[in-house]
């Protein structure tokens, strides 16, 4: 390992690349061992592949988490205090719910409000 000082007095580290790789390959290894921690503590979810296409494919986002999550949208809209055909007409686009309607069902589906809007 070696230290330079740059000409603006900013100080570098130059190491073997076998060195930087190793520390590289630590540095991953740490976030991936933090994901499956938090996973297994349930602060945060794997997406199924087919949740993300449907998401991306612009498919109605408190549909598509009402599905993943197994709700019918009768119980969704139970939960959430709203009533059938107003989810309903959400998820066909008929009507935008309100922020604190969103939030609700949010907080029903287990996802950010930013998951929804």
């Known amino acids: 390992m070696q230290i330079i000082t740059t000409p603006n007095g900013e100080r570098l580290v130059i190491l073997p690349l076998a060195d930087y790789e190793q520390l590289v390959d630590q540095a991953d290894i740490a976030k991936a061992n933090k994901v499956v921690r938090d996973i297994a503590a349930g ?3 794997v997406v199924p592949a087919e949740v993300v296409r ?3 494919a612009g498919e109605n986002k408190v549909r598509v988490w009402r599905s993943h999550r197994g709700l019918s949208g009768r119980e969704l809209a139970a939960a959430a205090g709203v009533s059938a055909p107003f989810i ?6 008929k009507k935008d ?5 969103m939030k609700k069902i949010a907080d029903v ?4 409000l930013d998951d929804l809007v």
């Open 43 to 45: 602060d945060d979810e």
């Open 54 to 56: 449907r998401l991306i």
């Open 88 to 93: 309903s007409e959400i998820e066909s686009g």
């Open 97 to 101: 719910g309100s922020v604190s309607v």
């Open 109 to 112: 589906l287990k996802v950010d």
